[in-house]
């Protein structure tokens, strides 16, 4: 071990006699840099090896690269580049090659080695990386993509960033984000392509002895994608999103006009298709002179929505289902939330929204979330009861949905909130009924009777599922504390002594603890309560519980 870190050492010497000899470093500078280098050298011999020790090894060789960049600035030298720096490089290379053969499976170790090739220049390196972390890790789809992207941008290398994307899709043939980033790709190098032409022929240059691929520069190659892509992802969302990277090109007219015939035809049957093209209404060209004013600006605006609207009248003809409704009303809700100083589209869209609303509700065709917020907005208490009413009875298993019907009517005042909080936890499953047990002590306790919230906790302790029940002593106890002071709570701790001890959380012992040492209190308890929190608590809250009694002794708390 010692002569390989001593020979190690040795190959070092001619790059700092070099930092010497031209005034980068000094000779001191040197010999902590030799005794440093060794020390982080004999670490990475030893029998266990950490990995910490590779990065801090890596880390030290970057600073020293960064002061090296900074000394050359500041004494304006900048020779012998390939006897200093290039040494130094490949070390660090070869260190986190070292690294990565034996933490294969670190991911973040194979980028931090990308990230160092692409900062220090050493770009053909980087092929080689990705190369071998792609045969180790061919299952990451991100891996993949970032190695073409690499391949495209820092080495130009458009075949080799499209061999790689090919590989990706034998691994990985129905990824959405690999086929979307390949589509992007040709595109750009369908672009690159068209520019480089463009410039040569302004430059009146013979186009003889460059090749310009007639497939790429049409789009052609493009359209292939597209179509094995589609082929075998057949959903409206994805297809829409190639049409909207083919739309940041402004040479795809016709491949755009392409992809929406494709989802025209062939994705009807999906709400996405009809709310993506109602909303391309909203960028249609608009008016001429009229926009000069505040008033016809509403006006096209107006119109706008008129036409997106028509658009999903089509929509919910042709397909009446709850998701085509939904995508209907929340663009009704989206355009009635826009601030305007005109009122006459204030109202427009106000009368559009409940129309939509109404009818959506009629045939109970819309998430009812939306409905209620609707109709809370626009102060329809009446109808914003009727549809929390109905929307429990359709969904009556749903947690959500009860807690956001319960929350709407107790916002109304509805004098059926208690009765709809049984009926709500008889319909749910328990195990997901801690939501429900929250809430109603929250509308209890700011809503009842003292006697009723009790009553409330104590059938919430009574609960088969122990985090309900766990929540509800703790929360029972805090109420105690809060509406009784110390006696009331020492008393429901009392009382209820059989349900508290098995899971009392940390915090409330050292607060009865504190309670006891208190004016009110008999401090020569604490000791039996100490005993008992020691006894009764477990794992991690034992040492949290000791940690927190001790600083209390202390002073600290």
């Known amino acids: 071990m010692a002569e390989i870190v001593q020979q190690r050492i040795e190959d070092r010497i001619p790059e700092l006699e070099q930092l010497e000899r031209v005034g980068l470093f000094t000779k001191k500078e040197v010999k902590s840099i030799i005794k440093r280098a060794t020390a982080l050298e004999y670490k990475l011999h030893r029998l266990i090896v950490n990995k910490e020790d590779f990065i801090a090894y890596i880390q030290y060789e ?3 690269l960064e002061l090296i960049k900074k000394r050359r600035a500041h004494i304006r030298y900048k020779f012998k580049r390939e006897e200093i720096e290039f040494p130094i490089i490949q070390r660090i290379n070869s260190i986190f090659k ?18 160092f090739c692409k900062k220090w220049g050493t770009k053909g390196q980087i092929s080689k990386v990705f190369s071998t972390m792609l045969a180790i890790h061919p299952d990451k789809p991100a891996l ?25 899709l034998r691994f990985h043939p129905n990824n959405k984000k690999v086929y979307q980033e390949y589509f992007r790709m040709e595109l750009l190098h369908c672009e690159k392509l068209r520019k480089q032409k463009q410039e040569l022929e302004r430059a009146a240059m013979d186009l003889g002895e460059y090749e310009f691929s007639p497939e790429i520069l049409s789009g052609k ?4 994608v597209y179509r094995d892509a589609t082929g075998k992802i057949k959903e409206a969302a994805f297809v829409i999103s190639l049409l909207n990277i083919a739309a940041i090109f402004d040479f795809t007219k016709q491949l755009q006009d392409s992809i929406l ?58 397909l009446n289902t709850e998701s085509m409704w939904t995508c209907y009303v929340a663009f009704c809700l989206e355009r009635q939330k826009r601030k305007t100083n005109v009122q006459e589209l204030k109202e427009q869209r106000q009368e559009r929204l409940l129309g939509v609303l109404h009818r959506a509700h009629d045939g109970s065709l819309c998430c009812s979330s939306y409905q209620l917020q609707i109709l809370l ?181």
């Open 221 to 224: 190659l493009v359209e292939v």
């Open 62 to 64: 970057i600073n020293i």
């Open 377 to 557: 907005s626009s102060g329809d208490a009446e109808g914003a009861a009727s549809v929390a009413m109905a929307a429990t009875q359709r969904y009556s298993q749903s947690v959500s949905v009860w807690s956001l019907s319960l929350q709407t009517l107790i916002q109304l005042g509805s004098a059926d909130v208690g009765k709809l909080f049984q009926d709500a936890l008889t319909h749910v499953d328990p195990k997901e009924s801690l939501p429900l047990w929250q809430l109603q002590v929250q509308w209890s306790v700011a809503n009842q009777s003292p006697e009723e919230t009790e009553a409330v906790f104590k059938r919430g302790l009574l609960s088969a599922v122990p985090a309900v029940a766990m929540e509800m002593k703790a929360a029972y106890l805090d109420w105690s504390h809060t509406t009784g002071g110390y006696k009331k709570a020492r008393k429901t701790f009392t009382s209820a002594n059989t349900f508290f001890c098995c899971c009392f959380c940390e915090d409330l012992w050292l607060a009865y603890i504190q309670e006891e040492l208190g004016p009110l209190g008999q401090p020569q308890n604490c000791s039996k309560i100490h005993w008992r929190a020691m006894k009764f608590l477990e794992g991690e809250s034992v040492e949290r519980f000791t940690s927190k009694y001790t600083l209390h002794q202390t002073g600290h708390i």
């Open 261 to 318: 015939q494709d989802l025209q035809t062939n994705y009807t049957e999906d709400s996405v298709t009809w709310d993506f093209m109602a909303k391309r209404e909203l960028d249609a060209p608009g008016a001429g002179e009229e926009l000069q004013s505040a008033k016809g600006r509403a006006s096209d605006i107006n119109r706008r929505e008129e036409r997106c609207c028509q658009v999903y009248e089509e929509g919910v003809k042709s």
């Open 144 to 168: 993949w993509i970032m190695a073409a992207k690499s391949e495209l941008e820092d080495r130009d290398s458009s075949e080799s960033a499209r061999h790689l994307f090919l590989r990706a």
């Open 98 to 115: 070292r690294a990565t053969n034996k933490w294969k499976d670190d991911v973040q170790l194979w980028l931090s080695h990308v990230a």
